[in-house]
């Protein structure tokens, strides 16, 4: 089932294994390197939400291993965890590909925030700009739009979330848990009635077959029929 899968480069032991732990009492899956030679290894080997990335670290640094990965064609939000503290520093972090920087030491919901705001975020990095639904019916990724034709679609702001979950994992089973999260804000209160009315909305506009439900776990998009 697909759960948020996060990749951690940190070199201090304890601080690496308190990250790991928190996101993962936090519903998120984490894989964990300590050096930048092992971090490459695992990034070109799988396929991540998002990377969290020390900077000093032994082997390659974290700004290198980025920017490297980039140009490979991760397309994952980076955050960069380091106490770096100057102007030049904070440049060159975003320069490499970076999405956001979090300076040591930080409280480790900070950071939870950080993820969680990321990841309900638009595509990062992609170099496609629209995807391909149907013969006609597409998605532009730059403005989390649904086209038909020439056609743009009015969809509601649950739905509008719900469709870039869909398009960002096509094929994969999505918990209700992470729907959740990726439509309600956290003073609002998810919904499993809201939630079935959201996804019968999507399947009139792009196809009924085009969402499973799949029992007591989520839903998948099929990408193609």
């Known amino acids: 089932m697909a759960t948020p899968h996060l990749f951690l480069l940190e070199d201090d032991a304890n601080l690496n294994e308190t990250i790991v732990d928190y996101l993962q009492e936090h519903g998120y899956t984490v894989d964990a390197a300590y050096d930048g030679d092992e971090a490459q290894d695992l990034l070109y080997e799988k396929r991540y939400d998002l990377l969290l990335l020390d ?8 700004f290198e291993l980025l920017k490297e990965a980039r140009e490979e064609g991760v397309v994952a939000p980076a955050i960069y965890i380091t106490s770096l503290n100057s102007v ?18 930080f409280a480790l ?29 597409r998605y532009d990724i730059k403005n989390g739009a649904l086209i038909d034709g020439e056609q743009t679609i009015q969809l509601g702001v649950k739905e509008g979330k719900l469709l870039k979950l869909f398009m960002k994992h096509p094929d994969e089973v999505i918990a209700h848990e992470r729907i959740f999260k990726v439509l309600w804000d ?33 839903y998948k998009y099929v990408s193609a029929l």
């Open 186 to 218: 956290y003073e609002e209160e998810p919904s499993d009635t809201s939630l079935r009315t959201y996804i019968k909305n999507l399947r009139k506009l792009i196809g009924k077959d085009r969402i499973v439900s799949i029992k007591k776990q989520g």
């Open 88 to 105: 030049e520093d904070l440049e060159e972090g975003f320069a490499s590909g970076g999405d956001d920087y979090i300076r040591k030491p």
């Open 55 to 62: 900077v000093n670290v032994p082997g390659m640094n974290g």
């Open 109 to 137: 919901k900070e950071l939870l925030i950080r993820v969680e705001t990321l990841i309900k975020r638009s595509f990062y990095h992609e170099k496609i700009e629209e995807i391909a639904i149907t013969d006609t019916l």
